[in-house]
């Protein structure tokens, strides 16, 4: 299993930058792709998710709601974070994930996922 994670970049407050990560080796339909975050000496923050088969919903940290939208295609085996009006705040090495069997209280748990990303770096200037 493999997953890609590319579209980080430095930008300015208030700009928009999309992520996006492709899956291969998993039956993509069935797992939830989630996107966390981890800035310099801070935990892993769980951004947002988008649950597979007999889900199909999204969910986001506090943090991203009303800013970041997560986007799912299952054709193309990719999920995208569509980020908006960014914050220095939001600046972090951002990792897509990839589980199967997510109940939806352990959504933002970064444990409940198998498989990793390397992770994108995305810095926001003021």
């Known amino acids: 299993v493999q997953l890609q994670a590319s579209g980080g970049g430095l930008v300015q407050a208030g700009d928009s930058l999309r992520l996006s990560c492709e899956a291969s080796?998993?039956?993509?339909?069935?797992?939830?792709l989630g996107w966390f975050r981890q800035a310099p000496g801070k935990e892993r923050e769980f951004v947002a998710a988008?649950?597979?088969?007999?889900?199909?919903?999204?969910h986001y940290g506090d943090s991203v709601k009303g800013r970041f939208a997560i986007f799912r295609n299952n054709a193309k085996n990719t999920v995208d974070l569509q980020m908006n009006s960014l914050k220095p705040e939001d600046t972090a090495v951002y990792y897509c994930?990839?589980?199967?069997?997510?109940?939806?209280?352990?959504?933002?748990?970064?444990?409940?996922?198998?498989?990793w990303g390397q992770g994108t770096l995305v810095t926001v200037s003021s």
């Open positions: 080796g998993l039956a993509f339909r069935s797992y939830t």
């Open positions: 988008y649950r597979g088969t007999g889900g199909n919903t999204m």
């Open positions: 994930a990839a589980g199967r069997g997510i109940i939806l209280s352990s959504i933002a748990r970064d444990q409940a996922y198998e498989y």
